[in-house]
Every structure is written in C-alpha cells, then in structure tokens.
C-alpha cells in the first residue's frame, strides 16, 4: 500500500528564515512524490515532485523539496520564508494521489 | 483556459437526499478524479474516470457513484446522504497518465453541508 505521513500538524516560522516541512512515504515500486499548497477556500496548487534522477528538486514560488531513499522522507523546503507562503501544505504519491493529513504553514512578521 | 471548474461553489442538503456535483476539467486532460476533503483533513481519493469508465476507486460506499461525458466532464452523485458526508468535494484533471507521474490539476471544490 502506498502512504504517506506528515508528523507536524503545524509549523511556525518567522519571515526571512528557512522553513521546512516534513513528509515520509511508504511506497512500493517508484516513489513518485508530489507536493501541494492550498490557500483558504481554494483548490490544491502543484509545487514540485520527484519522480527519479536528482535528489533536490526546484519547484514554484522558491521551494524545493530532497528525496531521501535511506530515511524514505520528501521534506519540503525554503531559504528564505514568505508571510504570502502561509496555507496548508499536502505531500502525495503516486498515480491515485494519496495525500498526508496536512501541516498548516503560518510565516510571521 | 480557464482551468478546472466545479459547479456549485456551495451546496446545502439534507440527510437522506441526493447530490449531483460536476466538474469540466483543464482543456486538453481527458482524467478526472474525485476527492472528498473533510474540515482540516487532506484529500481522500474518490475515484477517477477516464475514456468514460471507472478506473480507480478508493475506500468509499457504493453511496457514492460518477460519470464522465464524451467531452471529458465528470459528475460526482451522492445518495442517501449522510452528516459525514459535509466536507469539500474537489475534482482534478491531468492529461491521462497511468505511471503517476504527472501532476493534476484541481478545481476550488464544491463545499456541501449535509444537515
């Protein structure tokens, strides 16, 4: 079965520092991973996925995200933290796109 | 292009009764899949309908059935709804890709409250 857990329901982060949130998968086969964003009463928003090749992967609005195979993690990341970042962050995988249960993002002034 | 689209924004029923949601997904995507998202829960996977079948289903009750038209829209109905049943529907589309490794596309979502 394919899964994925995000271990922090919040995280708190003050404007211009690094940010990070985490995601683990259990998958079998490829690990094609995904990240999305979703901002109040809208609709999911892609941000980046792995799919095979290098680690770091780039995607939208400055975040990347480091597949690690040995500790079967996909954290996404960002140098430098926006107040406009804050909204709830989904990780995800595969083809029918089983999501985590969400870590709500808040970036203060 | 206007992206996915889902009609109603909102929608209030009552228990017992039925729902018919429905979705027109990004120009040139022929996939739909449904999900049910429930307050501060991430997305359940619903089903997902391409070449107007079935494909994938999730864990959900025969309650909940769908349909996709020649044009690649879908609907999503509801019977014999329950309280449970609140939460935002949302659709998605993607350009059909059975490795999974494409990204999908989602609509805003129809928010129904079930009293």
């Known amino acids: 079965a394919q899964s994925v857990a995000q271990p922090e329901d919040q995280v708190n982060v003050a404007e211009g520092n690094p940010l990070t949130v985490k995601c683990t998968y259990s998958v079998s086969g490829n690990p094609y991973l995904f990240w999305y964003v979703q901002y109040p009463n809208r609709g999911l928003q892609f941000l980046l996925k792995y799919i095979t090749g290098d680690n770091l992967v780039k995607g939208s609005y400055g975040f990347e995200a480091e597949f690690n195979k040995s500790q079967t993690s996909f954290h996404l990341k960002k140098p430098s933290a926006l107040v406009s970042d804050s909204a709830l962050y989904f990780c995800?995988?595969?083809?029918?796109?089983?999501f985590g249960a969400g870590t709500r993002l808040t970036v203060k002034p | 292009d206007a992206g996915v689209t889902q009609s109603p924004t909102h929608l209030i029923k009552t228990r017992g009764q039925q729902v018919t949601l429905r979705c027109s997904p990004k120009s040139g995507h022929d996939t739909v899949s449904w999900y049910q998202q429930a307050l501060g829960q991430g997305p359940q996977f619903i089903f997902q309908?391409?070449?107007?079948?079935?494909?994938q289903r999730g864990n959900f009750p025969d309650r909940f059935s769908g349909h996709q038209f020649p044009n690649y829209s879908s609907e999503l109905n509801v019977n014999a709804l329950l309280l449970g049943d609140s939460a935002l529907y949302l659709c998605a589309s993607r350009d059909g890709d059975w490795g999974g490794r494409d990204e999908q596309f989602f609509g805003p979502g129809t928010r129904l409250t079930v009293l």
């Open positions: 995800a995988v595969r083809n029918d796109m089983r």
């Open positions: 309908y391409y070449e107007e079948e079935e494909r």
